[in-house]
């Protein structure tokens, strides 16, 4: 494909998408904005069609290598499988996937690591869609739940996974409480996420403020945490064992931002299947992806990785202690 032709094109968009952008004001706040946000994008299949299975960044490996976009977020479940120690983990291990969308992770899991997992989002819909995606014989099952109150007893699960779900909490704190909770001591805690700049060692400069808050206002985000903070807030539990331990793969993931644009591009597709209506709606999101390229390449955000033991507690205080971080 000719460069010129190619560069006209990805000028054409950024101009559309920033007009439909200026002209459509967007503020989520609230839990139930979150899940209907989510139900729309699942019920008309525009997210599924140029993103795929997986609603998250890929993996470009280290330093980031030219790849197809949907092997990419492929990779990115097996680096993430790998970074967290869950290769080595027997048949039948039990995996909560928090923020599970629709389901690409989970039957990754399930199927190629023969995990026996339950995948938990908000959006209705996103369940829907997740068991229909999922073949007989997969061992992964979908339900809707909350990540701030999960429905499950303490000590349910082996492992608890999750992928860029974070930024949608209203409060990291519970958040951090709720994964270690259900974890199983001695299970395995790997989470992924979008991350902010620790704020508390480099303020946010002038320029820096605005392009956060449109990225905290445009996709249902009340707030990020920083790497170091989120740690800090997993420790605070009393659950865990040791030391949080911490990644920085925002080399590895940054390649996604741009190539989710380049979609629009290589799948013309798009335009005759979702009619005039998805071309803006999908236009809408162009300035933010840009947004998070400038973001995430100059050190405002960083995608952190996180992964911890659930501490055995075995005396009583230990256990009336953990129980009060949680409450508190």
Known sequence: MNLLYVLGIFLILLALGIAVYLSTARNYQSADSVANSYDEWTEDGILEFYWGEH???????????????????????????????????????????????????????????????????????????????????VEAKFLVDDAMALSFPDASFDVVWSVEAGPHMPDKAVFAQELLRVLKPGGILVVADWNQRDDRIVPLNFWEKPVMKQLLDQWSHPAFSSIEGFSELLAKTGLVEGEVVTDDWTKETLPSWIDSIWQGIIKPKGLVMFGFSGLIKSLREVPTILLMRLAFGNGLCRFGMFRATRANLTSESEIVKSEVAIKS
Not at 72 to 79: I, M, P, Q, S, T
Not at 99 to 110: D, E, F, K
């Open 55 to 137: 609603i998250h960044l890929g993996h470009y490996g280290s330093p980031p290598k030219s790849k197809e976009f949907i092997a990419a977020k492929y990779d990115f479940v097996d680096e993430m499988v790998r970074w967290g120690g869950l290769d080595e983990l027997p048949t039948g291990t039990t995996l909560l996937d928090v923020g599970c969308g629709i389901g690409g992770s989970s039957r990754i899991l399930a199927k190629d690591y023969n995990f026996d997992v339950t995948g938990v989002t908000i959006s209705p819909q996103q369940v829907k869609r997740a068991q229909e995606l999922t073949p007989e014989g």
